[in-house]
């Protein structure tokens, strides 16, 4: 059974930092892309960043960008988003998805519902002081 599970979301005061980890189960990292999306209460769903499978591509939503670093480490079957300078406006659920197919990482991230096989349950992200 295909699985991701997100972990690191918590409460953090502005400009602080969080790292979430996205573990899957069921299949290998290596051959799917992974994207970070993000959807706070009211708004749409945004595609934060999302990375290949095949040459570690990334793409960055201009919110995030200089930021918010993408990784992956495909021998521990996890992905990362490392999250710097955060801002109140950053708070949201997060979720991890895979997709084993995808034309570039941009629409990947913007148009996760052509791609994206399976999603995370999502871990949410305060940024309060």
């Known amino acids: 059974q295909l699985q991701l599970v997100e972990f690191g979301g918590g409460l953090v005061q502005p400009g602080g930092s969080l790292r979430l980890s996205c573990v899957v189960s069921?299949?290998?990292?290596?051959?799917?892309?992974i994207g970070w999306f993000r959807q706070a209460p009211g708004k749409e769903r945004e595609g934060v960043s999302c990375?290949?499978?095949?040459?570690?591509?990334?793409y960055y939503a201009d919110s995030v960008k200089g930021r918010f670093i993408i990784s992956r480490d495909n021998a521990k079957n996890t992905a990362y988003l490392q999250m710097n300078s955060l801002k109140p406006e950053d708070t949201s659920v997060y979720y991890c998805?895979?997709?084993?197919?995808?034309?570039?990482?941009?629409?990947?991230?913007?148009?996760?519902?052509?791609?994206?096989?399976?999603w995370g349950q999502g871990t949410l992200v305060t940024v309060s002081s």
């Open positions: 990375i290949s499978s095949s040459d570690d591509s990334t």
């Open positions: 998805a895979a997709a084993g197919f995808f034309t570039t990482v941009q629409n990947l991230c913007n148009q996760a519902e052509w791609y994206v096989e399976v």
């Open positions: 069921g299949f290998s990292l290596d051959a799917y892309a």
